[in-house]
């Protein structure tokens, strides 16, 4: 009896076998089918599938100039009138009354010089104008005493009522009085001629402005000595650097193959790097008659239409030479993109913007049309990318590979 209840308590090892078996079968098909949703999610989302490559381009501020631009040329501002003050006389500067940025007008003080001496000089200048006066008017006094001596000694001598001596003394004494005059006429010039000069010294002592104008540098200080050669040690030539702000003009090198393009009185749009936002009209001034060997290539000069004060000398520019002048409607730039990047079915207009590595379709609302670009009214902004090429490989959610070059 014992035996029997042992055997009952034997495990069948082929039914175990069996049931591991089925339960690995069904765990491989069950990882089986999760892999192969799995993948088949994946294709669906384009993961698995290989990145089209496309040219792409960014929505941009479009203006309407650029659709009618013969030509682009870079240079710099530079002020047609400019001038580094300076004095005609040596002097140490005791005083300054500007600053780089002040405005000055024509004849305003700028500058001093130290002039004690110069004072001096006109001081005595004008002393001995002085005394050369007081000369003078002794000397006509003498004159006519002598001229009535002499008239009263002639009648005299007419009438043989006094000796010929004493006539030829009188005539003598007008004849010198006449000559002292003029000695003292011509003194009292050269005093003037002196005191002028004193004058004209002390002036230089003082440097003005010649021109109205702006200050762009300061090359002295109080203390320093300015000298108009500048060759003494640690001497300075000029005090100020000017220039004219109405006379700011853009020059760019124009290539000699493309000056034929160029004109006088061409209306031109100026791009300032400083001012990217902004584009000021502007008319060529003057073609200058000669090339540069070097460069190959021929100077224009470009006014601008309008002044602005944020234009400054020496800032780096842009000249847009153009075809027609521009509008007033065609002021304002406008959001565009590559005509070639739109797509129209019906009545939706879309195109393929790039989102991360995918390419999303997005619905805008285009304007005109100004050359190979299109206005977008709505659905992107400045600095968005769209495809354009190759359209017909790729649908929203695409992912792409954006070629470069």
């Keep these: 009896m014992a035996e029997k209840d042992l055997s009952k308590l034997r495990i069948d090892k082929a039914k ?14 069950v990882v089986c089918s999760l892999v192969v949703f799995g993948l088949g999610a994946l294709y669906q989302q384009g993961i698995l599938t290989p990145a089209v490559e496309v040219q792409v381009a960014s929505v941009q501020n479009l203006y309407p100039s650029q659709t009618f631009t013969l030509l682009n ?33 024509k004849g305003e003080l700028i500058a001093r010089l130290e002039n004690n ?96 104008a702006v200050v762009l540098t300061k090359n002295a200080d ?40 160029v004109k006088v009185g061409q209306p031109c749009e100026i791009l300032l790097d400083s001012l990217p936002d902004t584009r000021f009209p502007g008319t060529v001034h003057m073609i200058v008659p000669t090339a540069d060997r070097t460069k190959a290539s021929v100077l224009v000069k470009v006014a601008f239409r309008n002044k602005d004060p944020r234009i400054l000398p020496e800032m780096s520019a842009k000249v847009a ?36 590595d995918r390419a999303e379709r997005t619905k805008v609302r285009v304007g005109k049309q100004l050359g190979g670009m299109v206005e977008i009214l709505d659905g992107l902004q400045v600095g968005d990318r ?8 790729i649908k929203d959610g695409t992912r792409i590979q954006i070629r470069e070059g």
């Design 321 to 356: 030479f153009l075809s027609r002048p521009v509008a007033e409607a065609e002021q304002k730039p406008m959001k565009a993109v590559p005509a070639v990047s739109v797509v129209t079915a019906g009545e939706q207009t879309t195109v393929f913007a790039v989102r991360s």
């Design 16 to 29: 175990v076998t069996s049931r591991r078996d089925r339960k690995r079968r069904y765990g491989l098909l």
């Design 117 to 212: 001496d110069v004072l001096a000089a006109r001081d005595q200048a004008q002393a001995n104008e002085v005394a050369a006066r007081f000369n003078l008017d002794q000397a006509k006094a003498e004159l006519k005493d002598a001229q009535l001596n002499y008239s009263r000694r002639k009648e005299l001598a007419a009438g043989g009522y006094i000796a010929q001596s004493d006539f030829d003394a009188a005539e003598a004494r007008y004849s010198r009085a006449v000559a002292a005059v003029a000695a003292q006429e011509a003194a009292l010039r050269a005093s003037a001629a002196a005191l002028r000069e004193a004058q004209v010294m002390l002036e230089y002592t003082d440097i003005r402005a010649p021109f109205d």
């Design 73 to 105: 040329a870079s240079g710099y501002v530079v002020a047609q009138r400019k001038a580094a003050v300076a004095s005609k006389v040596t002097g140490r500067l005791v005083y300054l009354a500007v600053e780089e940025g002040s405005r000055v007008k």
């Design 222 to 261: 109080i203390g320093d000595i300015v000298t108009p050669i500048g060759a003494a040690a640690n001497a300075k030539a000029a005090v100020v650097s000017i220039a004219d702000m109405d006379s700011l003009q853009v020059e760019v090198d124009v290539s000699e193959s493309n000056i034929q393009q």
């Design 386 to 393: 769209v495809v354009t090429a190759p359209l017909n490989k």
